[in-house]
């Protein structure tokens, strides 16, 4: 089975600041890799599929890079909606979640 | 509008079951694979099982569920179920259905999801 680390599990940020999340993947998924965030009682949202293609009517401060086993969500001049929580996924061999990583105000 | 609306959540007793729905709509529902995926209380996310589309019947399962579960969809009612057995407190969570983007996929990401259905196993 793939396993999905991310980290950091907490982030403290502020409105404005540029945020990276990392997600790596014990063994090599290629670019079969999405990001998802997820705010409190809501369903989980698909922001980023494919590492690095940005789902229609998400905002382009979001941006995804990486292939193979690393990878990483940026978000470039957070906003108040933004903090929340971000999980990515694996879809090479079905499915694993990252643990999630949870973004807070500082 | 793509809608999916889960249903049939519960308190249950441990050893018990439960068959969770999960009504689509606003989409060719035979052509899409669908997945569940849960998130107990204050937990991350884990998926569950998925059933692919296009007509053909391929089923997968986490290693947690598998022997337990059961997922299935039925095209003619737009419906996809989990029949979940044998049910422990560490089955408790909040079970999402969720479309697969690319219908020619047996698996890919997730671009619509329902607001899901709490299972409580508790006795």
């Known amino acids: 089975d793939i396993q999905m680390t991310q980290s950091p599990s907490t982030l403290s940020a502020s409105v404005g600041d540029r945020v990276t999340i990392t997600c790596r993947a014990s063994q090599n998924i290629g670019s079969w890799l999405a990001w998802y965030q997820q705010r409190p009682g809501k369903a989980p949202k698909l922001l980023i599929y494919k590492a690095s293609t940005l789902e229609s009517g998400v905002p382009s401060r979001f941006s995804g890079s990486g292939s193979g086993t690393e990878f990483t969500l940026t978000i470039s001049g957070l906003q108040p909606d933004d903090f929340a929580t971000y999980y990515c996924q694996q879809y090479n061999s079905y499915s694993t979640f990252g643990q999630g990583t949870k973004l807070e105000i500082k | 509008e793509v809608l999916l609306l889960e249903s049939g959540g519960g308190l249950v007793q441990p050893g018990g079951s439960l068959r969770l729905s999960c009504a689509a709509s606003?989409?060719?529902?035979?052509?899409?694979?669908m997945t569940w995926v849960r998130q107990a209380p204050g937990r991350g996310l884990e998926w569950v099982s998925g059933i692919s589309g296009g007509g053909s019947t391929n089923t997968y399962y986490a290693d947690s569920v598998k022997g337990r579960f059961t997922i299935s969809r039925d095209s003619s009612k737009n419906t996809l179920y989990l029949q979940i057995n044998s049910l422990r407190a560490e089955d408790t969570a909040v079970y999402y259905c969720a479309r697969t983007a690319n219908p020619q996929w047996d698996y890919g990401e997730y671009d619509f999801w329902g607001q899901g259905t709490l299972v409580t196993v508790s006795s």
């Open positions: 606003g989409f060719t529902f035979s052509s899409h694979a």
